[in-house]
Structures are given as structure tokens and as C-alpha cells.
């Protein structure tokens, strides 16, 4: 099994020059995040949207990265490693090194980011509306990180996301956390932080 996926190029034409990888999350497919390419309007980056692995066990068309419906996760190691094989062929397919790569997840596909992101040498991550799987053990890199969440959110509580914060401080990573007055979304404000975070990474 390998991650299907579907890219956008810069609009105006040019070559780029770095790369957004943007993780669904559970339920959606890699159709989900494609909308927000005009809104963030980054003219130098390629945008990626991989498929998750799994289909959903409800909701026609939609797909996981691994099972919710249960407490296993089954399927997040099959999940992982499907991931981080194609996360690892991207430099030589898109000619765009990892340093000039950033990993971006919503809800469990920020769970994934998190999960596997610390793992390559990303210029940066960020998790929307996202949580741990578990504190991450033996990370390789420490990229900075974008940690998003609305203060509402029903789906998964604003808690989790300042459990990431606190544990990811104590591991030295350096994090950006904000908190906006939304549900389980991704509303206007959220985009322009993770516009700003993108922009200062370089």
C-alpha cells in the first residue's frame, strides 16, 4: 500500500521553492484542505495533500489514518510507516529539501504530524485542533512548531492542545501556541497565524 496524493503548484506559474504538506483529518479525505491554497496565497510553495491509508467506516469517501471507533488505533504503526516512507521520497520527487518543508496536520491529521514529524529534518510543524498519541520518544529534530486550537472546540478539547504545549516545552521544542475563539475549524484569523508562522520561518 502506498499514499495516494494530489498536488498544487504555484499559481502564477513559477517554480517553487518550498513545500506545505497538509495532513486530513479523520473522516475527510485529501480533498478536505485543498480550499485553504487561495486564502493562505504563498506564490513560492507547492501544496501536497496525501490521502490517509484507510477508509472511513462511516462516512462514504472519507478516510482515516487509523481507527477512532476504538481505543486500538488500529492501523497507526501500518499508518506511520506509510507516512514516513513517503514523507522521506518527497525531496527527490518535488526538488524541494526537507528544510524547506513544512508539515501541517488538522485534528488527527495533526495527531500524525506530531506523531512523525519530529522525526525528519521539517523547517517547521503545525498542529490544528490536534493532540498526542504520546509524548515523542527519541526525536531526531526539533523543529519549531505551530500548535493552533480553538477554545471551543467539541470534538477534541482545548485541553490536549495545551498538553502538547506543556510536554513539547519540556522537551525544548520551541513552540508558537494560540488559542482563538472557535470550534473544531479552521477560521480566518487561525490562517493568518499560520501564514505569519510560515513567513518567519525563513
Known sequence: ???????????NGQKPNR?????HGWGANFNDLTGLVDLLDLPDYQFLFPNAPFPHFQIPGGRAWYALETEEREGLTESR????????????ETGIPFDRTVLFGFSQGGAMTLDIGFELPFAGLSSFSGYLHAPPQGKKTSPPTLIVHGDRDPVVPV???????????????TIEYC????????????????KKFLKNLY
Open 179 to 194: 488559542e482563538f475563539a472557535m470550534a473544531h475549524e479552521i477560521d480566518y484569523p487561525a490562517l493568518v497565524t499560520l
Open 1 to 11: 500500500m502506498s499514499l495516494e496524493s494530489q498536488s498544487i503548484l504555484p499559481r
Open 81 to 92: 510507516q506509510l507516512l514516513l516512507e513517503w514523507l522521506r521520497s518527497l525531496p527527490e
Open 19 to 23: 513545500l506545505l504538506v497538509m495532513l
Open 159 to 173: 485541553q490536549a492542545a495545551r498538553e502538547v504545549k506543556e510536554i513539547l516545552n519540556k522537551q525544548g521544542v
